[in-house]
């Protein structure tokens, strides 16, 4: 793991008797797309909450360049390049898509013009130029999920964790939302993606990761890991083995 931009060492997580996350060890490189999938319940969200600091591990490490960042606070390790986005799109409804990536780019860029800057940028980048002065609360599915992403980019990042971005998104709006992250891929962007969309994870990514009852069953690539046997137990059961 000594080259990995990302990496994690035997983690845990116990919530009571719960083990949630189960001794997982995972490592992402410098400009890598790497998917993790798994069922409902599988930890992949705790995995995420444990990388980006919103909750701590009860054992195993996290490191990112090598240094361990377990005691490191959210914003922290977002200072460090670190984005995240989440399942649930979130934004400040009351203030404009402007201004909710002004937040991001706030802590790179503290004063308010600079800030300004960047963020009109992000929104171009992301193709939400065109709804800037709009309320966050009304703006469609598809421009929250790209606002989500814009949030994140905003602070500058060098590895984005994204979390079922595409989730509820048409056809049409997951291939755009593809060819986005392809574009910031090729730009040098790292990608850490949790996505149920197997067609997307096919389409997409360069290696697969899978859960299943908080534990790493299997990893490879994509065309390996659509085929094993004990991912299509782990998503359909026995009788599809």
């Not at 793991?1 to 997580?13: G, H």
């Not at 966050?136 to 060098?158: H, K, M």
């Not at 910031?184 to 290696?207: D, Q, Y």
């Not at 490879?220 to 046997?229: E, F, R």
């Amino acid at each position: 793991m000594s080259s990995a931009l990302l990496s994690v060492r035997e983690v845990s997580k116990q919530f009571l008797g719960l083990l949630a996350v189960d001794s997982i060890s995972l490592s992402v490189r410098p400009r890598e797309i790497v998917s993790i999938i798994g069922p409902n319940g599988a930890g992949k969200t705790t995995l995420f909450n444990l990388l980006t600091g919103q909750l701590a591990p009860s054992a195993g490490e996290v490191r990112l360049r090598g240094e361990q960042i377990n005691a490191l606070a959210p914003h922290a390790r977002a200072q460090l390049g670190m984005g995240r986005t989440f399942q649930i799109a979130k934004p400040l409804i009351a203030l404009t898509a402007l201004e909710n990536v002004m937040i991001g780019a706030f802590m790179r860029h503290p004063a308010l013009s600079l800030a300004r800057d960047k963020a009109m940028a992000v929104l171009e980048k992301v193709g939400l130029a065109g709804v800037a002065r709009r309320r966050a609360g009304d703006l469609t599915l598809s421009e929250r999920r790209r606002l989500e992403v814009a949030r994140a980019l905003a602070t500058e990042p060098e590895i984005m964790l994204l979390d079922e971005v595409m989730a509820g998104l048409n056809q049409s709006e997951v291939g755009q939302a593809i060819e986005l992250l392809q574009g910031l891929h090729a730009e040098g962007l790292t990608f850490l993606i949790i996505e149920h969309n197997l067609k997307v994870v096919r389409a997409f990514s360069e290696r697969v990761v899978v859960l299943d009852r908080g534990r790493l069953i299997a990893e490879g690539t994509a065309d390996q890991i659509l085929s094993s046997p004990a991912v299509i137990k782990a998503y359909l059961g026995e009788g599809h083995q």
